[in-house]
């Protein structure tokens, strides 16, 4: 597991395994446990999680190591299980997601639990106990959630999955892509995904990287706002091209290897 940095109140931290990104973000600013008259406390976030038991299980001392408040919150920004395991690691927390995240966990009651014991079973790991999402929070995406004096902006992000949202966290200049942008994946439908409004969440995304120095991806390595805008273009191109011609549409330069060939190919099953 990696933690880096990004602001005085925004910490990322990198899985070792599929590179998933959690970040920790503290709304009230350096020094605002001092309190005045009006002034509200500061909190903490904790938006997706890391994978693997040991680095769940470290979650809570990388908070204190920064000096930020205990988690009062978690947030995912879809209903993939790979970015639910924060409950893990804070059990008593309630779940805050999209209004279309709260609706897809609803409605297949289990699932993210059931695929979360396969990964675990083929890989042989082993968890202290099993995933419950416990009290899930639905959020109204687009719109605001306040963190100590702060807010962060919720954007619907749909297309990899028919949910989720993307999270600007404008004081410090970071935004949360979920699933999209990765310099490692291809542009992936999931069950439900769809390549049109895949299309239209990186357009909302690329308004809102003008408002940001530096992108966390789902997957991957965090990109500045050059770097992201480069990988608009080429998923863009990938994603318009699945459209037109499917199976024959080449793969980004950079994502050609066996994981993103296997993508590809789901990709144009989930088209036909």
């Known amino acids: 597991m990696r933690a880096v940095a990004l602001h005085p109140d925004v910490i990322v931290v990198t899985s070792a395994l599929l590179q ?23 909190e903490t976030f904790v938006i997706d999680s890391p994978v693997l038991p040991d680095e769940l299980d470290a979650l809570p001392a990388v908070v ?47 699932e993210a639990q059931r695929e979360l014991r396969a990964f675990d079973d083929e890989l042989l790991i082993e968890r202290s106990r099993p995933l419950a999402l416990g009290a899930v929070q639905a959020l109204p995406v687009p719109g605001r959630c306040e963190i100590g004096e ?52 990186l357009e909302m995304l690329r308004g809102l990287v003008a408002q940001a120095h530096s992108v966390v991806p789902g997957h991957g390595p965090i990109l500045d706002a050059d770097s992201a805008r480069s990988m608009f273009d080429e998923d863009t191109a990938y994603v318009q091209g699945l459209i037109r011609e499917g199976s024959s549409v080449p793969l980004p330069s950079r994502r050609r290897g066996a994981a993103q060939q296997r993508a590809h190919r789901r990709n144009v099953a989930a088209l036909s």
Not at 25 to 40: A, D, Y
């Open 20 to 42: 998933v990104n959690c970040v920790i973000v503290r709304g009230g600013g350096e020094g605002s446990e001092q309190q005045g008259e009006g002034t509200r406390a500061a």
């Open 64 to 110: 204190e190591q920064a000096g930020f408040p205990t988690p009062s919150g978690l947030l995912a920004t879809h209903g993939d299980w790979d970015h639910l395991l924060g409950r893990l690691t804070y059990p008593g927390l309630a779940l805050g997601c999209a209004e279309t995240t709260a609706e897809r966990l609803r409605a297949a009651p289990g």
């Open 150 to 201: 702060h807010e962060l902006q919720l954007h619907p992000a749909s297309g990899h999955t028919p949910d989720g949202m993307a999270v600007l966290i404008g004081w410090t200049g970071t935004l949360v892509a979920g699933d999209y942008l990765s310099p490692i994946e291809l542009p992936t439908l999931s069950d439900g995904g769809d390549p049109r409004a895949y299309l239209a969440t």
